[in-house]
């Protein structure tokens, strides 16, 4: 049987994605989680032996064992970003991983597209020049690869063996830092970039220790000859730049679109699409967000999810969950299943509202989104003494099963591997 599963996140990002990917993986059994969109803007968390670990690039499935890490062609890959994530894998768990398993269980695609240092300092360039209008970026570089990429001047993972590799990216850094310096001199002047780009280098040599191949080539070879794979989306659907909030999003697909794209994987092989979704709505950077509190509702919610963003640090904005844009997500990528996370970040409140409409019938979460709630009685813990889910809380799981006619199958519980209730 040939299967492919994908994980999306539903909202705008930071839903939980790394746990909530390794625990499905245990589940399933994949033979190898493929990262297809994004770069360094992403970052899962996961807590293993007790230990707090943050992914940007590396697959969620590292810790699983005897699977395939793929970064698929979709990816923009930052190398001085990859090789501190790697040493700090093995630094940590030294008792787990060594280079040589590491280069086994990495494949890393042959068209990535590689983030320069001043793909990062175009990045904050580009948010100054648009000043109030700015979105509030990650500032990794992420859209300015994608820039090169689809201006066909990129420089892909695959040309780093090339004799005239080095050349061709220091003319196109230059040329970047040039740009800059026309119009921001200070934000070029106060930087060592001889330094950044021989950094930049020396981490471009320790990626060439690994395999880069056509990774769409053998994703469907492996597929077709039984294995199972998993698709792990970064960021959230409404971050999506096409189908998301325009132009507050990032630079990718994050709908299921972008898995095919971003891997290569053919849609003949495509099973199960998880929607994966917070039980309350949260966004970094700047764009609409319908059900925002600026009240005590949404600090509480804030401290108590501990929403402060695991790439930048940001404060997170915090909301009522908004199943207006869950619908939307779920019809436009094919949703089949849904995953709640942090639903324990609610418990003890006396009441939980959840959007249920926009005012005049309106569709999208815009400027013009005026949510309608119900309002939901509240729980003190999702299972009661009799071990089985709280009264309240299972009408809240319920509503919101009706409502976009899919079953959550899966609810974590906490930041722990084993916090989780299957269903
Ligand atoms: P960029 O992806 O760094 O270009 O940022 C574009 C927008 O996407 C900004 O509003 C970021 O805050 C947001 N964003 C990018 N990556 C993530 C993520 O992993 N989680 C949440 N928001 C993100």
């Given at each position: 049987?040939?299967?492919?599963?994908?994980?999306?996140?539903?909202?705008?990002?930071?839903?939980?994605?790394?746990?909530?990917?390794?625990?499905?993986?245990?589940?399933n059994?994949?033979?190898?989680?493929?990262?297809?969109?994004?770069?360094?803007?992403?970052?899962?968390?996961?807590?293993?032996?007790?230990?707090?670990?943050?992914?940007?690039?590396?697959?969620?499935?590292?810790?699983?064992?005897?699977?395939?890490?793929?970064?698929?062609?979709?990816?923009?890959?930052?190398?001085?970003?990859?090789?501190?994530?790697?040493?700090?894998?093995?630094?940590?768990?030294?008792?787990?991983?060594?280079?040589?398993?590491?280069?086994?269980?990495?494949?890393?695609?042959?068209?990535?597209?590689?983030?320069?240092?001043?793909?990062?300092?175009?990045?904050?360039?580009?948010?100054?020049?648009?000043?109030?209008?700015?979105?509030?970026?990650?500032?990794?570089?992420?859209?300015?690869?994608?820039?090169?990429?689809?201006?066909?001047?990129?420089?892909?993972?695959?040309?780093?063996?090339?004799?005239?590799f080095?050349?061709?990216?220091?003319?196109?850094y230059?040329?970047?830092?040039?740009?800059?310096?026309?119009?921001?001199?200070?934000?070029?002047?106060?930087?060592?970039?001889?330094?950044?780009?021989?950094?930049?280098?020396?981490?471009?040599?320790?990626?060439?220790?690994?395999?880069?191949?056509?990774?769409?080539?053998?994703?469907?070879?492996?597929?077709?000859?039984?294995?199972?794979?998993?698709?792990?989306?970064a960021?959230?659907?409404?971050?999506?730049?096409?189908?998301?909030?325009?132009?507050?999003?990032?630079?990718?697909?994050?709908?299921?679109?972008?898995?095919?794209?971003?891997?290569?994987?053919?849609?003949?092989?495509?099973?199960?699409?998880?929607?994966?979704?917070?039980?309350?709505t949260?966004?970094?950077?700047?764009?609409?967000?319908?059900?925002?509190?600026?009240?005590?509702?949404?600090?509480l919610?804030?401290?108590?999810?501990?929403?402060?963003?695991?790439?930048?640090?940001?404060?997170?904005?915090?909301?009522?969950?908004?199943?207006?844009?869950?619908?939307?997500?779920?019809?436009?990528?094919?949703?089949?299943?849904?995953?709640?996370?942090?639903?324990?970040?609610?418990?003890?409140?006396?009441?939980?509202?959840?959007?249920?409409?926009?005012q005049?019938?309106?569709?999208?979460?815009?400027?013009k989104?005026?949510?309608?709630?119900?309002?939901?009685?509240?729980?003190?813990?999702?299972?009661?003494?009799?071990?089985?889910?709280?009264?309240?809380?299972?009408?809240?799981?319920?509503?919101?099963?009706e409502?976009?006619?899919?079953?959550?199958?899966?609810?974590?519980?906490?930041?722990?591997?084993?916090?989780?209730?299957?269903?």
């Amino acid at each position: 049987m040939t299967k492919a599963d994908v994980l999306l996140g539903l909202q705008w990002g930071d839903e939980g994605k790394g746990k909530a990917i390794d625990a499905i993986s245990i589940k399933n059994n994949y033979d190898g989680a493929i990262r297809f969109q994004g770069g360094p803007n992403a970052g899962h968390t996961l807590e293993f032996d007790g230990k707090k670990t943050v992914l940007h690039i590396i697959p969620s499935n590292i810790f699983n064992e005897n699977c395939k890490s793929v970064i698929g062609n979709g990816i923009v890959l930052d190398p001085v970003i990859f090789m501190q994530e790697i040493s700090n894998l093995i630094q940590n768990f030294s008792y787990l991983f060594t280079i040589d398993e590491l280069k086994n269980k990495i494949i890393i695609s042959n068209k990535c597209h590689i983030i320069l240092p001043s793909h990062k300092i175009l990045d904050k360039y580009q948010e100054q020049k648009k000043g109030k209008d700015k979105c509030g970026t990650t500032g990794k570089g992420i859209g300015p690869t994608y820039g090169d990429k689809i201006s066909r001047v990129g420089l892909r993972s695959g040309d780093i063996l090339n004799t005239d590799f080095e050349l061709k990216a220091k003319n196109l850094y230059y040329e970047h830092l040039s740009i800059v310096t026309n119009k921001y001199p200070e934000m070029v002047l106060e930087l060592d970039v001889k330094q950044l780009f021989t950094q930049w280098l020396d981490a471009i040599n320790f990626l060439k220790k690994f395999t880069i191949i056509d990774t769409a080539i053998y994703l469907n070879k492996a597929i077709s000859n039984g294995k199972k794979y998993l698709g792990e989306g970064a960021q959230g659907f409404f971050l999506d730049l096409d189908h998301g909030t325009y132009p507050m999003v990032t630079a990718s697909n994050t709908s299921i679109g972008g898995f095919f794209n971003g891997s290569g994987v053919s849609p003949k092989h495509l099973c199960n699409v998880y929607g994966l979704f917070k039980a309350y709505t949260t966004r970094v950077g700047e764009g609409p967000f319908p059900t925002e509190l600026f009240d005590a509702t949404g600090k509480l919610l804030q401290t108590q999810g501990n929403e402060f963003g695991s790439t930048t640090g940001r404060p997170r904005r915090c909301g009522w969950l908004d199943l207006v844009m869950l619908k939307y997500a779920c019809t436009i990528s094919g949703v089949t299943e849904l995953i709640m996370s942090k639903a324990d970040v609610l418990n003890g409140m006396p009441t939980i509202k959840v959007c249920i409409a926009y005012q005049n019938d309106y569709g999208f979460p815009d400027e013009k989104a005026k949510p309608i709630y119900k309002a939901f009685k509240g729980w003190k813990t999702l299972i009661d003494e009799k071990g089985i889910l709280s009264k309240n809380f299972l009408h809240y799981i319920k509503f919101i099963e009706e409502y976009l006619n899919l079953p959550i199958t899966i609810i974590s519980t906490g930041p722990n591997r084993n916090d989780i209730i299957w269903r």
